[in-house]
């Protein structure tokens, strides 16, 4: 049998506790007390509580303060807290949620209201502990994978050829582990790889890349483009494959893919300490931190703008928000090649570096015709036009 959740009512009149005790015991476990004091003793004895309805004007101890206490201790921060209140100002609400209160219900109480909010509260509680756990098992998985795949690496450099080998082998199996939760296909990867390399190969001669851009180099960003979103491996399901909108609380767990990349390719980095051709992991750990970023300075994690974002992550993020604009999302329809390149320009000097955009138009046909050679059916949408 499910067990109930339980309730910790804190009122100084005893009717409102009577009330409330009618209203909850049905449906879960009501545990009363008249004032701060007492409920803080029922925390701090080891008794339960999944959710506190307090009083807020008490004697000795009141409210506002015992919600103080509660949030500032761990063994019970997380616990929702509902002020009960006469109170109507609105600095008073502004105190009580400045103190990490979840709600406010003011008197008198109507019954509904309170189970009403009591049910969505609870709920949301669990939700989001469910959340953490399943991100703290997540986190532990990227470490065990990414050190499993950094020993492995390791034992591949002894000689040129197995250095090579170690590269391929390391994008692989960072890549595999990538698509293996996430909606987005290979050849959204394979696409991404080739409008990077086509980007460089164009400016390679423009005055503010030449230094910037050698054979080598385009080389090492084709190999490592690839790894641009393996960070989502530590991306809840619930929010990786979520089919509609992200709540801003969502939103800001997804944006944590950009760290969680780099953090797991410059271990694997580490590991082939000293080994000069595993500098490939460097730009991935560029790509996948800063592959968000704007050059107006609004994008993320880091919020730099300019030149002070990484070359690799500026042409990584034209090619990826093209290549998004020809895909089909849960979100949104495929959109043609002219329509994906309109939209683009719309933000040269903005989202987008503004050379590379104009890079971009120079080589829209390779583009195109990358689109086309690894198009995903029927999501493709980037030849609708011809």
């Avoid at 009149?13 to 803080?40: C, F, K, M, S």
């Avoid at 029922?42 to 999944?50: K, V, W």
């Avoid at 968000?292 to 703008?305: F, L």
């Amino acid at each position: 049998m499910k067990q109930r959740a339980h309730v910790l009512v804190v009122d100084d009149q005893a009717d409102n506790l009577l009330i409330l005790e009618d209203v909850l015991a049905e449906h879960y476990e009501v545990h009363p007390a008249t004032n701060g004091r007492e409920a803080l003793d029922y925390l701090e004895g080891g008794g339960r509580a999944d959710l506190i309805l307090l009083d807020v004007m008490m004697p000795d101890v009141d409210g506002f303060e015992v919600c103080r206490r509660l949030k500032s201790s761990e063994s019970t921060r997380s616990i929702p807290v509902i002020f009960l209140t006469g109170l109507d100002r609105p600095e008073d609400e502004e105190l009580g949620f400045s103190l990490g209160a979840e709600d406010f219900i003011h008197k008198p109480i109507s019954p509904p209201v309170v189970l009403a909010r009591v049910r969505t509260h609870l709920a949301l509680s669990r939700a989001t502990r469910a959340l953490q756990r399943r991100n703290a098992d997540l986190e532990l998985i990227v470490a065990e994978r990414t050190a499993e795949i950094s020993e492995q690496a390791r034992r591949l450099v002894a000689s040129k050829q197995e250095v090579i080998a170690a590269q391929a082998s390391t994008i692989t199996a960072f890549c595999a582990l990538a698509e293996a939760r996430d909606n987005e296909t290979g050849n959204h990867i394979r696409r991404t790889q080739h409008y990077v390399r086509i980007l460089a190969e164009n400016l390679r001669d423009h005055p503010r890349f030449c230094d910037k851009l050698d054979e080598e180099v385009i080389q090492l960003l084709f190999k490592s483009a690839p790894l641009h979103d393996v960070g989502k491996v530590a991306t809840p399901d619930a929010i990786l494959l979520k089919n509609g909108k992200l709540t801003p609380e969502e939103w800001v767990l997804m944006k944590q893919h950009c760290e969680y990349g780099r953090n797991a390719i410059m271990q694997a980095e580490s590991a082939l300490g000293g080994v000069s051709d595993a500098s490939f992991l460097l730009y991935a750990a560029e790509i996948a931190y800063g592959h968000h970023e704007r050059w107006d300075g609004s994008g993320y994690p880091q919020g730099i703008a300019g030149d002070a974002i990484p070359l690799s992550a500026r042409l990584m993020a034209v090619a990826d928000v093209y290549d998004a604009l020809i895909s089909r999302r849960v979100y949104k329809p495929p959109f043609p090649h002219e329509q994906a390149l309109s939209m683009i320009v719309a933000e040269r000097g903005q989202h987008f570096d503004p050379d590379i955009v104009d890079a971009l138009l120079r080589v829209a046909g390779e583009f195109a015709e990358i689109a086309h050679s690894f198009r995903d059916e029927p999501e493709y949408a980037a030849g609708d036009e011809s």
